[in-house]
């Protein structure tokens, strides 16, 4: 059994990666499901550098029927970035 | 991009193992905590902004973070209670507390918080919200201590929190939530602490980047007042907090030149801490280290800050600040006076422990 399909055994079985590809399931969807598996996060968190992040965010998600690319997870990275350094303004 | 936000109602299941605050985000006006995969990593940075900042520089832990309501944040602490607090900071600012919190992080069983925004935030929710209760505060105090107190690398077994310089304000209600936990009060000469704020302001110090409210300082923006005249103001009123709920709980008073060794001599055995040669020596190389950059050397600088101030600061400082930290010391004095004969025959054998690791050159 490969890695990313290991892990989406031990991820939540709240969606069906049939049915995700079915409804376009992108990378907010995705971000929901890390955020509520260890696992994932625990796959995800071997990576230190953005890019290689980013490749292995979207190889992952690829896997468990999300559909979203490079570019969406650097501007989520960059939208996260600039949300947290902007936390106490306003 | 904000974190994946699990609304009220919906998140009672929510597993927050391994999770740790980092802030409180209103959303719509409601309250929700952010938290974050921290993992292993500790608070050993001189302050919280700064561990959390060096974990968020980490893709995931930035990316994949959740929002979950006060509640929830609650029921955590009582699923989960972590590591009971050992002793709370108090202080002045710019009187040595940073240099008394790193001595202390300096043990690996040891967990400081220090000068924590979730914890700031939780004490300041009423001014955002006036309908949220002292009631309310002391439980989300308890729980927001109980989620940032867990234990990450194993094997901890002391809390310490050191709160922002303005939180002597809020003496009555932490002592309140924590009637058992032991705390200190840290202040310095007057003059020296507005020299190192004219240096470098802190953020209390600016007009509008906290609630004036909070401080009771009235008269910015009707008059020229100037900076450093509104920072001797607030001084006195933090100071003047100190004076006025220096009985309660179990509070005890130290002096800035009384350090590091007080840390030893007297904090310690106030929060039930006797410390092995191998702690004291950690405790002194974090002593022999600039607090706030560890990577110097610490130096005397209480000369120079003198040297420095000119004739207006002085002014300053004798009107304002002067007689509350007379006041202090007066009370230093006499709790020193009334814990002495208690307290001789333990002090003596821990003196004689610490004064061979107490070095001539760590002076403050």
């Known amino acids: 059994m490969e890695t990313s399909e290991a892990i989406a055994d031990a991820a939540l079985p709240t969606k069906d990666a049939n049915a995700m590809n079915d409804s376009g399931a992108g990378f907010g969807e995705f971000q929901e499901r890390v955020a509520a598996s260890p696992q994932l996060f625990a796959e995800l968190a071997k990576a230190n550098e953005r890019d290689e992040f980013a490749a292995q965010a979207v190889k992952l998600g690829a896997g468990l029927g999300y559909r979203f690319g490079i570019a969406e997870v650097h501007a989520a990275l960059t939208a996260a970035r600039c949300a947290w350094l902007q936390r106490n303004v306003g | ?364």
Request: proline residues 5%; glycine residues 8%; contains cysteine.
């Open chain 2, 1 to 364: 991009m904000e974190p994946v936000t699990v609304r009220n109602g919906a998140d009672g299941g929510v597993a927050l193992d391994g999770w740790t605050p980092l802030r409180l985000a209103w959303r719509e006006g409601m309250p929700l905590v952010d938290w974050c995969r921290l993992g292993d990593v500790a608070f050993t940075d001189p302050f919280f902004e700064q561990t959390i900042g060096r974990a968020l520089r980490h893709p995931a832990r930035l990316l994949f973070r959740r929002e979950t309501s006060m509640e929830r944040l609650e029921a955590v602490a009582h699923e989960r209670p972590g590591v009971k607090p050992a002793g709370f900071i108090f202080h002045e600012s710019r009187c040595g507390s940073t240099l008394v919190a790193q001595m202390l992080a300096a043990h690996l069983d040891s967990i400081v918080l220090a000068e924590a925004p979730p914890i700031d935030q939780v004490l300041r929710a009423h001014r955002r919200d006036g309908s949220i209760s002292r009631a309310q505060r002391i439980g989300w105090l308890r729980a927001m201590i109980s989620a940032l107190g867990q234990t990450r690398r194993g094997g901890e077994r002391r809390l310490f929190v050191k709160f922002d310089s303005w939180h002597a304000l809020e003496l009555p209600l932490i002592v309140g939530a924590f009637p058992d936990v032991p705390w200190v009060f840290l202040y310095r000469d007057p003059v020296e602490v507005l020299v190192s704020h004219q240096r470098q302001r802190g953020s209390q110090m600016i007009p509008g980047a906290l609630d004036l409210r909070a401080f009771g300082v009235s008269g910015w923006g009707d008059t020229q007042m100037s900076l450093d005249a509104y920072c001797a103001r607030v001084l006195s009123v933090i100071c003047q907090a100190a004076v006025n709920h220096a009985a309660l709980g179990r509070g005890r008073l130290v002096n800035f030149s009384e350090l590091p060794q007080a840390v030893w001599d007297e904090t310690s055995p106030l929060f039930g801490i006797e410390w092995t040669p191998e702690e004291l020596e950690r405790m002194c190389g974090a002593a022999r280290r600039n607090s706030k950059d560890p990577s110097r050397p610490h130096t005397d600088d209480r000369q120079e800050k003198q040297r420095e101030a000119s004739v207006e600061l002085r002014r300053l400082a004798d009107e304002w600040v002067a007689p509350s930290y007379a006041q202090l010391e007066a009370l230093r004095l006499a709790q020193a006076g009334g814990t002495a004969a208690a307290a001789s025959a333990e002090s003596a054998s821990s003196r004689s422990r610490s004064q061979s690791f107490t070095t001539q050159s760590i002076t403050r």
